[in-house]
């Protein structure tokens, strides 16, 4: 027992030895001030390090890259950006035309305070193109929601609930679904619940996330399912998202694990076990 403790000791002290010695070393040399919350990361030249596009606020928020280098600098690419003029407010990196290079969503709130996106395609040479379809709204996410292999976009919709523009191609974003769907607030999850394949929506609801299933055809169907505001995790091994999240029961908080029976059904962890 003795031997034991001492055993754990020293591998603590290991431990703490190993912890103590990594060091972090600060390279924001060269970096613009910005809002961590708008800038956003992505590998644009495929050189296997990220690289940062962010708003710089000394410079009327003009969209800035920068490309990390080999020696951990920061390298600032030119782009056709004009600052300001777009009142571009957030920032996105992915590949919408499917040729292997990311491209860049952008989107902006002025100058007519409307807000809308634009899409900017990388070219080969490294660098942007801007596309001629500014489809309106606020970007939320993208993801492939009708599995044509290619990115559509959801946003908060200028006339009230949420919209999809449908990546199609040659039509760039022009086909687009409205749903009538109030979210209560701007989080959103994109999970595959009855595992056919497509993406369906989870939107905020009250304390709960209320699940709209993507019919695989451009619809999206409320089901009525009130999951809690957690983690989607196969908890139980089936192949099946069960959804993970804390409730208060009014003396404390609670783990609750609503287990995924298929089809959308859900069983309560709390109904067998009174919680964890
Ligand atoms: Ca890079
Ligand atoms: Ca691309
Ligand atoms: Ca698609
Ligand atoms: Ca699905």
Known sequence: MRQAFKAGFLLISFLSLELH??????????????????????????????DLLCFDSATLFEPSLYRLQEDRTFAKVPLPFAPNNQGWVNSAWADFNGDGRLDLLLSSSSPSNQAQAAIWLQNPDGTFSEQPYHPAGNPRAWADFDNDGRLDIISDSPSGGLV?????????????TQLPIVSAGRSLDLVDL??????DLALPSGAYRRIYRNDGYRHFVDTGVLLGSGVFADMNGDGLLDCVYSKDIGYGWNTIVQFNQGNFRFTDSTADTGGL
Request: net charge negative; glycine share 14%; hydrophobic share 30%.
């Open 21 to 50: 010695s990594q060091t972090f070393v600060d390279n924001s040399v060269g970096l613009p001030r910005s809002y961590g919350w708008s800038t956003s990361l992505g590998d644009y030249d495929a050189d296997g390090r990220l």
């Open 164 to 176: 999809i523009y449908w990546n199609d191609p040659g039509a760039g974003f022009a086909s687009a």
């Open 194 to 199: 009855d595992n056919d394949g497509d993406l």
